[in-house]
């Protein structure tokens, strides 16, 4: 059998437990491989597990190659409603997709909307993404804030092992809810759009990101 590497973008998922991979290598060995292993540019981009189920259980692999546009967003689509994922992995995931699209979407204005695979698009707005998960707006910046001191941290968090309450106190760096908006940065707001910043805003600023924020607004009167 031909040996295959998992695809960066596919690392964004964390692996299943002991237990679910148990419960997949039982299913695959009992039905036999039921969903094909997709591949993208050689590498496994979606089905890794089932490629290692397939290997412990001597069952033979099907594969399919990506035919999307978008692999990031066919991974978290086929992953993310499926699997089993504290509140604190969600976040992290959350945080992971807001950068993908922040980095897409650098030159644009905004996200433009549209269908990704047949998919809605989720924009790198933090309030839909976060419903689209099902944590807070606060819970996902949190995470970010956490990756911008310790990789390592986030993910254990990513991994399960940590929850990102644990993450910050370790850290030393307990979280305290919001910012206030300085007034020069809601200054800037105004300047850069045409008007202030809106109330159901103004919570989502969460500790040592806003600076980010300043970033982007210079950024936004230099473009």
Known sequence: MKKYEQHPIAKIIPHPTKEDYRRLVDSIK???L??????YDGKILEGFSRYHACQDTEVEPRFMEFAGTDP???????NIPRRHLT???LAVLAWDKVEYHREKYKDQKSVPRG???SQPVIHSNVAE???QVGVSKRSIYRAGKVKKRSKRAYGQIKA???TVGQAEAQLGDAHEGPETIPPEVEGQVHDAFGKPVPDHLKDIFAPG???????????????
């Open 160 to 162: 399960g092992k940590l």
């Open 72 to 78: 990031f967003l066919y991974v978290w689509n086929e």
């Open 87 to 89: 509140p604190s992995q």
């Open 115 to 117: 269908t990704v695979d």
């Open 129 to 131: 993404t976060a419903a």
């Open 209 to 223: 990101l806003m600076q980010e924020v300043i970033e982007h607004l210079d950024k936004a009167h230099t473009d």
């Open 30 to 32: 009992k039905d036999g």
């Open 34 to 39: 039921q969903n094909a292993i997709v591949l």
